[in-house]
């Protein structure tokens, strides 16, 4: 016997505390900031595919933008064979992880993209002189080539 509207508005609706919960664990338990796509009711059963919606939950994701004063237009030209990703203080501390890192040229025409999940496994711990901070300090570095580049 095929569904009726009534249960398949009974089904949309019985689908809602299953987006709520998994959507309170990823911002409880997770740290991860969510947004709630909305729901609409078709009508009738049979114009329920018009309202077919483009997934239950956005899922907001942590991006560090870091301005380099160097000039680069890509991993070929970037004068250095690794790339500093962030002081480990400060990367070891955050939560949620960052998804990426985006490092600017000075020129702010360029950078190169660091995709935390893919490269962090390859990242090595240097001291390095902090010209800001005028200390020396570890930060994560990553080999040039394993990073993105972009022109903006």
Known sequence: ???????????????????????????????IPVVLQPTFQAQTFDKRADYADDGDLGVLMRVEVKRRDL??????????PTAIVDACPNFDKKHPKPWLYILLNSEMSAALVVNVGVTQKYWVKQELFD??????????????????????
């Open 1 to 31: 016997m095929p569904r009726t509207h009534e249960q398949f508005l009974g089904e949309l609706a019985a689908s809602s505390s299953a987006v709520t919960r998994v959507a309170s664990w990823l911002v409880e338990k997770q740290g």
């Open 71 to 80: 000039s680069f237009t890509g991993t070929n030209d970037y004068p250095y």
């Open 131 to 152: 010209g800001r901070n005028h200390v020396k300090q570890p930060f994560y570095v990553c080999d040039k080539k394993m990073l993105g580049a972009i022109k903006l």
